[in-house]
């Protein structure tokens, strides 16, 4: 558990902050229950093929993470009776991740900002096409 000191105070280096704009713009949440209350970020791959991949993103965001990554199996699917699994983590609900809920929501839609290029970096791109390349 974070005390509410370190929660309010940190702040995202470079590279998690270029990193969450290609996530975003790939498969990544961020959860923010009501406006008076904080962010988290969920990100979630499937499993096995993007462990490596996911588990970098854990490092990446270690500091505002409490619990390890778990693997999350499914009920088979209906249509073809296979069992998908994936691999999981979300952070602690963090002040600093706030403004990039803002950006990347309205009305609990998740959007692309009209502005992206004021935000978005080779690296921010190279996390995009990493997230969300099957």
């Known amino acids: 558990m974070f005390l509410k000191e370190?929660?309010?105070n940190y702040k995202l280096s470079l590279e998690q902050k270029e990193a969450l704009i290609g996530i975003m713009l790939g498969d990544g949440y961020l959860d923010r229950k009501s406006p008076t209350y904080n962010t988290r970020l969920r990100l979630e791959q499937s499993y096995p093929e993007k462990k490596n991949y996911l588990l970098s993103l854990f490092e990446l965001y270690k500091p505002l993470v409490v619990n390890y990554p778990?693997?999350?199996y499914r009920k088979p699917d209906k249509r073809t009776g296979?069992?998908?699994?994936?691999?999981a983590f979300r952070t602690s609900a963090f002040h600093c991740l706030n403004e990039y809920h803002d950006l990347f929501y309205r009305d609990?839609?998740?959007?692309?900002?009209?502005?992206?290029?004021k935000y978005l970096t080779a690296r921010?791109?190279?996390?995009?096409?990493k997230y969300s390349k099957s």
């Open 108 to 117: 609990k839609i998740k959007i692309v900002p009209k502005d992206i290029q």
């Open 6 to 8: 370190y929660k309010n």
């Open 70 to 72: 778990k693997i999350i």
């Open 82 to 87: 296979k069992i998908y699994s994936s691999i």
């Open 124 to 129: 921010g791109l190279a996390y995009c096409i």
